[in-house]
């Protein structure tokens, strides 16, 4: 790309900013219909079933790569400890990072360039999922080498390569209402900050791309609920729902498994002393919503 297309693009994206969440909003494609939370979950699930994966092979994902990348998890989620961003804006910004990487070769070189990239795709899941990061961008420059310009760049290469596409489906979607069909009599509030650290935790083990989101919002749920479910109990249970065929079961098990073995005792994502739902600390603005209730909206207290 010369440099004369790089500052008409770059001046283009700025010119955007005004109107990027409001663009943004129905990139997941699921059309705004009134309807029962039940419709809405299933709409979600065959949306995710349906999106094709552009993955390159593991084999193709260097040791120095993978290092890379969990460098950049660390930083991103200590980044949004510090300022109080929403748990999902974290694990967002990681599923940018694996859908990035995912369509774009980067050979062997220096650590910037991935460092580069978790600043742009954190400051593109904040924009997404906080509403308005007044200060955002400053903080990130601050912290790093960088500057506004090359966030600016790196964030168009980002939007380029996922095809402006970046309303993502999270397990984030499906938490609250995996919670009230799953967990019985236990109060879905007990269980928040456990799922949230399981989700924040899983981003480290996998590759956010290789499972569906609504798998590992299950596991999630049922670890945090209960650590010694068998198979079987376990299929009884996601059976009641319908809607995962057996090689999904298989898979919510495998993550199951790995979240009350493996995550069951991780490193503290989730501060002692940080309240549940914190405030975030720059000013938010608004976001439309679904006429039954978005799951992805900050009322499931799952940020």
Known sequence: MGDSDASSSLSTLVSQEKLFSIEAENEVGIPDLEGSEDDYIRLLVQKESL???????????P??????????ITWILKTRAQLGLKH?????????????LSRKSIHNGPSWIIKLLSIACLWLAAKMEEGGVAGLKD????????????????ELLVLSALEWKIRIITPFAYTNYLMTKLCGKTEP???????????????RETNLIDRRPSIIA??????ANDTVLTPETLE????????????????????????????????????PNEAPD?????????????AFGDHEAEDCSLD
């Open 51 to 61: 999106s094709p994966s552009q993955r390159v092979s593991d084999a193709a994902s």
């Open 63 to 72: 040791d120095w790569l993978k290092s890379e990348r969990l460098n950049a």
């Open 88 to 100: 999902k804006t974290a694990y967002l910004s990681v599923a940018y990072i694996d859908h990035y």
């Open 139 to 154: 903080y990130l420059v601050k912290d790093a080498w960088t500057d506004k310009e090359a966030i600016q760049r790196m």
């Open 189 to 203: 509030t007990a269980l928040i900050p456990k799922v949230k650290e399981l989700l924040l935790g899983v981003i």
């Open 218 to 223: 299950a596991a999630a749920v049922l670890a």
């Open 236 to 271: 009884f249970k996601i059976n009641g729902i319908s809607l995962w065929g057996d090689e999904e079961l298989e898979h919510i098990f495998s993550f199951y498994h790995m979240m009350t073995g493996k995550l069951n005792t991780p490193k503290p994502i989730i501060s």
């Open 278 to 290: 914190p405030p975030t600390v720059f000013g938010l603005g608004t976001k439309r919503r679904l």
